[in-house]
């Protein structure tokens, strides 16, 4: 019998220091490069996807975005970088939109139809534009071979989204949470870490999910 699987193959493209937003200090980097394999008896033999990059703390364990290396985010005199093309440019507020909702969908490790279905409608109400099964399994793919997680990439995405954008967001967090019935206590809990993330008020938070309702008739 073959032992088919597939693998994620992670490879360090640089080292150095950044100011990383979970642990609010000083940290050691490593920009790792991640590309998903198909393996054969465990040994990677076939690329099967594009190439990822992600920021890993050596500190926290946290992955982040590579935008988190910006100058904006480096602390002054520790500049060992950065000449990023294309990547570095930022993030739309669709891109966000799309990677939020993705992020929820994979943290369970399983996506069900009623996940794809609901995060389709709920896209398309906020942003007023198709999404297509497509894109939103290949994000759904890109944010886990980022190993990105949903409370990092919102730290860096909460510094380039404006007030309104960011309780967009926790609306559709909110929204594909419910889609498999009810919220559970531990989703609730992570949901209110990520409305503090964002500076979203209690009752903004509360209003925000009372409009979500309507969007998931
Ligand atoms: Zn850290």
Request: charged fraction near 25%; aromatic fraction near 6%; include cysteine.
């Amino acid at each position: 019998m073959l032992l088919i699987g597939s693998m994620n193959w992670a490879t360090t493209r640089l080292k150095g220091n950044f100011l990383c937003p979970h642990c609010g200090k000083n940290s050691n980097f490593r920009l790792r490069v991640s590309r998903p394999f198909l393996t054969l008896y465990f040994i990677p033999v076939i690329p099967i996807g594009g190439l990822t990059e992600f920021v890993e703390c050596r500190g926290c364990k946290n992955s982040f975005e590579p935008i988190v290396l910006s100058s904006l985010m480096m602390p002054t005199g520790s500049n060992t970088l950065v000449t990023e093309t294309g990547d570095g440019v930022e993030a739309s507020f669709e891109e966000d939109l799309l990677k939020a909702i993705a992020l929820i969908m994979v943290e369970d490790g399983q996506v069900t139809e009623d996940e794809i279905r609901l995060a389709r409608r709920l896209y398309e109400n906020i942003v007023e534009e198709p999404l297509s099964r497509e894109l939103l399994g290949k994000t759904c793919s890109a944010v886990r071979a980022q190993q990105l997680r949903t409370l990092s990439f919102l730290s860096t995405a909460a510094k380039r989204r404006n007030h309104e954008e960011k309780q967009l967001l926790i609306q559709a967090m909110f929204g594909i949470s419910s889609a498999d019935g009810g919220i559970t206590a531990g989703r609730m809990a992570s949901l209110i870490q990520c409305q503090q993330i964002l500076g979203i008020h209690e009752d903004e938070f509360k209003r925000a999910i009372e409009s979500t309702e309507q969007w998931l008739v």
